[in-house]
């Protein structure tokens, strides 16, 4: 068996880096496809050396541009790489232009797409990761979930329940694994000074640092935080914007607010380890600060990580001045509310989600059920109906009573659940989907 892993960006390299890992001490044979969309050495190579991975076996090298024309270009590299390397399934992971190009790509080869990170959604169509991560999971055979949440927005979907694995979220194998790495690097040390009340903030989603007004709100509310020390790694263009419209020069004056360079990852994965708490307008962010325990602020108006708000973890603020600043000073002097957001549980799993993601693509291979036949029957019409289960059955044990039939929601008084085999479906209603061979 032969595992094509497409990456493009830091996030994709840091939460494939654990199954990158697995795959390897298996000894399984695999194939690491970098797009080069984060394409300089700071943003790029350095990730690999850092994380202590090996460098990829090709480099498509697409840079930056129009999302169209980077798509393209990934799409006609990716598509030689994989008729050239044959892999029996390509994994990709999260909702970049990478994950996009490398789904079509394998899914038009009839070769199984594995989507780590698969089910997320936001519900705003404005946001390219949104379309991407949707579409991506059009193509997708195996979707590698990190929660029901994520699972049951699948289903909703159209998708099979047989093809959904919840696994967790490699986030919290990458943070274990990277921390170890970080301390033991005594040259890595965080921008902070003894017993200062830090927090970190990260900035650079379009729809905030494009806006004035909403770039003005947040600027002025982290003006008005003077009782914190605020650590910023300005991302270039956010620097660009900011000059802009006239507000760089009032974060240089405050001085409590320290604006750095952007940071190597494993610097920022012990910097908000050590912070009070974190703002941001980022999505991996909000998983990795309830992973280390670290309250999470964040300047947005949705997120496609409910969970870690629900959880107790994670607050969103949009980009409201008067709402930043009274959440940030609640969370300051409600110590109690302080310690429930560092303990708020996990909901992405216990860092275990690269072993159970490679036991489920070795289970299948074994079994012969990675490929991806051309239909040998006559299929017809799927039928679907709801019905409410009055027997003391689980799913598995529903659907060998009843042969064809396919128990794919759940709804259980108000709330739905993700048809796991052992489930009891006693006094629940399902919906049902049947599809009968035309003999």
């Given at each position: ?159 099979s329940p047989k093809n959904i694995f919840v696994t967790g979220n490699t986030v919290v194998d990458a943070c274990q694994r ?126 496609e990580r409910p969970e870690t708000v629900e959880a107790g973890g994670n607050i969103l603020v949009g980009t409201d001045q008067q709402k930043i600043v009274s959440s940030v000073r609640t969370i300051l002097k409600d110590k109690d509310l302080h310690q ?100």
């Open positions: 068996m032969k595992i094509a892993f497409i990456i493009g960006t830091r996030p994709e390299i840091i939460k494939m880096s654990p199954l990158i890992d697995e795959v390897e001490q298996r000894g399984i044979d695999h194939v690491l496809i970098h797009t080069g969309q984060h394409y300089d050495y700071e943003m790029s190579q350095q990730f690999f050396t850092e994380l202590e991975l090996k460098k990829p076996h090709y480099n498509i090298g697409v840079g930056s541009g129009a999302h169209g024309k980077q798509t393209a270009i990934m799409i006609d590299g990716i598509e030689e790489v994989i008729l050239s390397e044959t892999p029996d399934i390509v994994l990709v992971e999260g909702d970049t232009n990478a994950v996009l190009a490398g789904a079509l790509v394998a899914a038009k080869l009839h070769i199984p797409v594995g989507h780590v990170e698969a089910g997320l959604r936001s519900y705003d169509k404005t946001m390219p990761e949104e379309i991407n991560r949707m579409m991506a999971d059009v193509c997708t055979q195996l979707y590698f979930v990190p929660t029901e949440t994520a699972a049951i927005n699948l289903l909703f979907e159209g998708v990277n921390l170890k790495i970080a301390r033991k690097n005594p040259e890595l040390q965080p921008k902070i000074g003894s017993g200062e009340k830090v927090l970190t903030l990260t900035l650079h989603r379009a729809e905030n640092v494009d806006h004035p007004e909403r770039l003005e709100n947040i600027i002025n509310s982290l003006l008005i935080l003077e009782d914190l020390t605020i650590v910023f790694p300005v991302h270039p263009r956010t620097v660009k914007n900011l000059q802009e419209f006239g507000l760089l020069e009032k974060l240089e004056k405050a001085p409590h607010i320290k604006m750095i360079k952007p940071i190597g990852y494993l610097e920022f994965l012990l910097l908000i380890s050590e912070s009070q708490m974190v703002m941001t307008d980022s999505g991996g962010i909000q998983e990795e600060a309830i992973t280390i325990n670290v309250p999470c602020i964040t300047l947005r108006y949705n997120t429930a957001m560092k303990d708020a549980p996990n909901p992405y799993g216990d860092g275990t989600a690269s072993k159970k993601i490679v036991n489920i693509i070795q289970d299948l291979e074994s079994k012969g059920q990675l490929k991806i036949e051309i239909p040998g029957s006559i299929m017809g019409n799927i039928t679907t109906k709801l019905v409410k289960v009055a027997e003391d059955l689980t799913v598995s044990e529903f659907e060998k009573k009843y042969l064809g039939q396919t128990v794919k929601i759940v709804f259980s008084g108000e709330k739905t659940e993700f048809p796991r085999v052992d489930l009891n479906l006693k006094g629940k209603i399902v919906l049902l989907s049947t599809q009968k061979a035309i003999t």
